[in-house]
Each structure stands twice: as C-alpha cells, then as structure tokens.
C-alpha cells in the first residue's frame, strides 16, 4: 500500500502553501521529503522579525508607564504597517480601504507622494562646458533648445549611480518579486535566501555602468536614457532567469522525480509530449502506468510498448507536468510586461526628437500609443487567463498585470500634457477620453457584445463573469487616472520651482519663447482631473442603475480577498510612474 501523503487544494489567494513545492496546476499532490519541510516557504519568513515585540518589565513597571504605553504604541503601529504591506491580510486591508478617503490614501496618495519625492531630491550639479571642442570629443550633439529636453546642467555621476538609479532599481525588483508572491513561488536560491539576492543583483547592476563611465571612449554612452532603461530591463529579467535555473536543476520540468502512487497521479496535471499520447487530459481518460516503467535516468521519449495486444504507455521523461508549462507561460507574461516597459522609453524619445506637434500628431501619437499598449494587454489578459489547467488562469495575477499596462499607458499621456500649447488640444484629448469611459463601457457590459465575444472565440466565461471583470477594469482605471494625475501635477510643481528644474527641462517651462507654459499645464491638467472624476462618477451610476453592479464594491471585494493585491498595486505604481521621470530626465555628468 502507498504511504498516506498530505493533501491541500491549491490557492492562490488567502493560505500561503508551501511555495518550494508551488501551485502550478490545479493541485498539489507530492511525496513526502524531509528537505523540503526545512525549506521557508514565502516572504513571510523575511518578514518574522517584525512581530509584536512582547513586553515583560518584571519589577519595573513602576518605573516606565508613560514608556510602556508609548512601545505598545509603537509595537501596534509596526503591527499595523506589517499586516498592511509586508505582509498584508485581510482585516488590515478592509480596514484601510473600507472609506472613500482610505482608499485616496493608501492607493493615490502614497505612490505619488512617492515618486514626486523621489524626483525632488536635489542633485548635485555643475554648469555645462562653453568649449564647444569638448561635445564633439564626447559625442555630444549640437545643444537644441530646452523644449526638446536637451540637458542643461551636468550631475553627479555617483551621487545619480547610488541614490537615483539604485532606488529606482530597487523598486523595479520589489515589483517582480511581488509578482513572483502572488504566483506562489519563490525566485531566489534557497541557501542564499531572498535579502543577499537582491543585494547582489543591486551590486551587479550598479557596477556594470561604472567601467562604461571611466572609460572616455565609452563615456558617452551613460548619457543616454536607454542605457539605464536596458541595464534595468536586465535587472528585472534576472529574477526569471534565477527561478528558471531553479526549476531546471531542481528537475521541476519531470514529472516524475519519486515514485508516485495511483492516488497521487489522480490529482497530479500532467502534460505528455512524444509518441501518439499527446491527448490532454481533459478530453480522454488518462492511462494507468505502472511505477516500474518510468526510469529516470532514461532519454526524454514516451515509449508505447504491447501487452497482450495492447499498446501500454511507458513513462520516461518525456512526461512534463502542468505546473512547468504554467511557469513558462507566467514568464512569458513578464516578459512581455517588461517589453511594453522598454517600447515606454522608446515612444517618449521619439515624442521628445519631434516637437512641436499639432492637434492631428498630438492624437495620433496618443491613440498609436494606446493600441500598442492595448495590443501588449490583450495579449497577456489572454497568458493569464483561462480556466483551471489551461495557461496561467491567475485571477490576481490578471488584476495586477491590467493595472501595470493601464498605468503605463495614462503616464505617457500625462507627460504629454507638459507640451500642449493651448486649451483646445486638453479639450480635444479629454473628449476623446471621457466618451470613450461613459459611453463605450456601459455598451461594452450589454449582453450583446458578451455574445459576441463568445461566438468569435474572445471570450468564454459566463454573463454575469464577464460583468465582474468589466467592472474591474473600470475600478482599475479609476485607480489609474487618478494616480496618475495626482503624480503628474505633484511633480510639475516641484520641479518647475524646484533644484532640479534644470535636471528635468522638460518641466522646467524656463524658456519664454516656449509655447509650454506651466500656468496653462496645471490648470488645464487640473480642470481635466475633475472632468475624469466626474466622467468616472457618471459611469459607475450608468453600470449600478442599468445593471445593478457596484463598481466600488467589486473592487474592494477583490482587494479584501487577495490582500496581496495591495502591496503590489503600490510597487507597481510606483514603479511606473519612476519609468515616465525616468524618460525625461536629461543625463550628462560631470
């Protein structure tokens, strides 16, 4: 008889299961291993330390109440900030979103408050040089005028290597490592456990640009934004790298490492490759194969043998499991994420090379952008969707990605407004925008167009599915306009009468001549936020009175229910907006 194995339907959401051994599949079914109960099973681990510290002053207490009361405050407070973002649950987060105000705080106020501090520390900076001999030896164009975003001061290199960009880096991969939480699986080597990791890729990615900036040949290459762009594209790719040289060697890609019983195989979803057995599981019954037939140190094949006239499946290592295709298609996602991060870059430089533009270029730029964006969206909605067993199928998952390319696109947009000329081409832009949210979105939850979703093969979840996952994303993109907004004109007010309004110039709005002016940017982005509210509030009363769905409500129900959704909304946000700063700032150093 088989020994009796430890059994648990997987989730994704609430329980944090043991992420050594992750969800990949619908369940988890594994022989017992010694090894793997010593392993840490997810961040909460990091995270140990920061209990409620336990008082105990013994024959002291007369002496310390006012101090006594004072640390339980404190302690509380830790409690507090822990069970909010390190490691959040669900009661800390009802809590925090329950009122229209909390949720203002924590989702709009804190990102932006975030990246506007961010931009705002002041750089050291020095005048540039009047030799025109040295732009040429360095490989410097020809100085054009502040509107274009030409440098007009040099920085630091140092001081912008270790406190701008290691920042920016830091987030960029508390971001991927969030994602790989609410995958349920850890990236980092065991041994080395996840705080030392990241240190090392932080060292890694800080020295590369170091011999590039000493070299004078190659020194001209550090000042171009999309240097720093790809050296942090890189960063973020190192974690997927890691976990997928984890897997290998760990040989996850096997479906059998040990020796299952029938039980175990039951509940285990495979995925056979080679031979004629290539039916899914879900479409016929799967075979019963015999322990003694799988070798595992035989080449990858599936080899059918007979047994009296029938043709017998022999199980080699041809056989991968369901959980090793989902990780290749959540790497898939990512990557296509980090992608439409890289194209972010490339669609402001091209912005910034072509001013001025008129009414026409101002929308086609904006809507190229948009279908760009929608097209990267698509089709990672459709990696991480689907039902139990097919791709991902990542509810949470899904949220977050839909809020990273929402973001994404709202923050190169906001940036464009620096370089509207007059009221009519916000009016033009808001327009476009608001009729797309108040009229496309009640038309888009109609029975009529769910069918024929359905019937071309775009969708296949039911009515009322379908009307949850519109109202997400209308919720989403509440978030979306408003934090990006908020960051917006939070940063051009500190930049424009800020130190570091010679780094960003195109904030500066220094230039008379320039058409751009800082009054007309604030006030018309300003009268555009309370057109989106307003157009935001018209919408979610259309969906509660004609189909009796409460956006808020669903929004809030998913935040309560995957309270890791919070924590790396904020990473994601934060991130996002850093990339939009990121793609202006002017580099030349000292």
């Known amino acids: 008889m088989p020994t009796i194995f430890s059994f648990q ?147 630091n290199f140092w001081f912008f290597l270790i406190v701008y960009y290691g920042f920016y880096d830091c987030v960029a991969l508390l971001w991927i490592t969030k994602l790989f939480h609410i995958y349920n699986l850890n990236w980092w080597p065991l041994r080395l456990g996840l705080p030392p990791t990241i240190l090392a890729i932080i060292v890694v990615s800080l020295a590369i640009p170091i011999p590039i900036y000493l070299n004078p040949r190659s020194q001209w290459l550090v000042r171009h934004n999309t240097l720093w762009v790809l050296l942090t594209f890189f960063s973020m790719l190192l974690p997927v790298i890691v976990a997928f040289r984890i897997l290998l060697k760990s040989e996850r890609y096997l479906g059998l490492q040990n020796h299952i019983s029938d039980t175990q195989k039951l509940f285990t979803s495979t995925t056979w490759i080679g031979g004629r057995d290539t039916v899914g599981p879900r479409t016929r019954q799967r075979a019963v194969a015999q322990a003694s037939a799988f070798n595992p140190r035989a080449p990858l094949e599936v080899r059918g043998g007979t047994a009296a006239g029938e043709a017998q499946p022999r199980l080699r290592k041809g056989w991968i499991p369901a959980s090793f295709v989902r990780f290749m298609w959540f790497c898939l996602a990512m990557f296509i994420g980090m992608l439409a991060y890289v194209l972010g870059e490339a669609y402001a430089e091209v912005y910034l090379r072509t001013l001025p533009h008129n009414n026409i270029d101002t929308v086609i730029y904006v809507y190229s952008w948009v279908v760009t964006i ?5 089709l990672v909605a459709w990696i991480l969707g689907g039902e139990d067993g097919e791709r991902v199928a990542s509810y949470p998952l899904g949220w977050i990605f839909k809020l990273y390319f929402m973001l994404t696109y709202q923050t190169y ?178």
């Open 374 to 378: 929608h097209i990267l969206d698509g």
């Open 413 to 590: 947009v906001r940036a464009l407004y620096a370089r509207l000329r007059s009221p009519s081409q916000f009016a033009v832009l808001q327009i476009l925008s608001s009729s797309s949210l108040v009229v496309v979105t009640p038309i888009s939850m109609t029975r009529l167009v769910h069918s024929g979703l359905v019937v071309v093969g775009l969708n296949g979840q039911s009515y009322n599915e379908y009307k949850k996952f519109v109202a997400r994303n209308t919720f989403i993109r509440g978030i979306v306009e408003n934090v990006s907004m908020l960051a917006f004109l939070g940063e051009i007010v500190v930049l424009h009468y800020g130190s570091n309004k010679d780094v960003y110039p195109y904030f500066s709005f220094s230039d008379p001549d320039d058409p751009y002016t800082f009054r007309l940017t604030f006030w018309a982005s300003s009268v555009t936020w309370a057109c989106e509210i307003v157009a935001g509030w018209v919408v979610r009363r259309i969906l509660s009175i004609g189909f009796k769905l409460n956006v808020t409500a669903e929004g809030k129900a998913d935040l309560i229910s995957w309270p890791e959704l919070v924590p790396t909304s904020l990473a994601v946000m934060v991130h996002v907006l850093q990339n939009m700063l990121f793609s202006i700032i002017r580099l030349r150093f000292h």
């Open 9 to 155: 339907q997987g989730s994704e959401s609430r329980a944090r299961q043991n992420e050594e051994s992750p969800l990949l599949g619908r369940f988890r079914a594994v022989p017992a291993d010694e090894g793997r109960e010593r392993r840490r099973s997810s961040v909460k681990h990091w995270f140990a330390s920061f209990r409620r510290t336990s008082l105990n002053y013994g024959a002291l207490i007369a002496a310390g109440t006012n101090e006594e009361e004072a640390e339980v405050q404190e302690s509380r407070r830790l409690d507090g900030l822990r069970s909010l973002l390190l490691v959040p649950e669900q009661n800390s987060i009802k809590q925090a979103i329950e009122h229209w105000w909390g949720r203002w705080l924590l989702l709009f106020a804190l990102p932006a408050l975030i990246a506007i501090i961010w931009c705002g520390i002041p750089f050291p900076i020095y005048p540039l040089s009047s030799d025109p001999l040295e732009f040429i030896q360095l490989g410097y164009a020809e100085q054009r005028t502040p509107g274009h975003g030409e440098a007009l001061v040099r920085l």
